[in-house]
């Protein structure tokens, strides 16, 4: 069973750009499918990126894409979220999931991923 630790963070302002980091501990995590979500404040938690297992494929929200990169460097055992043109609406907890196989178009969904990150928060100030 793989342990997701987050890291990242912070109080950022329009325009700016920040990474995200999310580390496996206890497996190999180019054994599993990657995903983040995120939580903005009252908001129901939804989908932002996903990276299959073999790195070849990668999918975005629209509200992200263009902005938001999704990656992996197996050597750290480490994935990556990095975020530009942050935006006010881009303000909430993000969590890192991963999971063994997809299933269908579940990268997507919050049932779709087994494992979870503990969060990180991220402010975005106009």
């Known amino acids: 069973q793989v342990k997701l630790v987050q890291s990242g963070g912070g109080l950022m302002q329009a325009g700016d750009s920040l990474t995200l980091s999310c580390t496996a501990v206890g497996r190999t995590f180019s054994s599993y499918h990657m995903g983040w979500f995120r939580q903005g404040p009252g908001k129901e938690r939804e989908f932002v990126a996903a990276?299959?297992?073999?790195?070849?494929?990668?999918y975005y929200a629209d509200s992200v894409k263009g902005r938001f990169t999704i990656s992996r460097d197996s050597a750290k055992n480490t994935g990556y979220l990095q975020m530009d043109n942050l935006k006010p609406e881009d303000a909430a907890v993000y969590y890192c999931a991963a999971v063994e196989s997809w299933y269908g178009s579940n990268w997507s969904r919050l049932d779709g991923y087994a494992y979870w990150g503990q969060g990180a928060q991220v402010t975005v100030s106009s």
């Open positions: 990276l299959s297992r073999n790195g070849d494929t990668t």
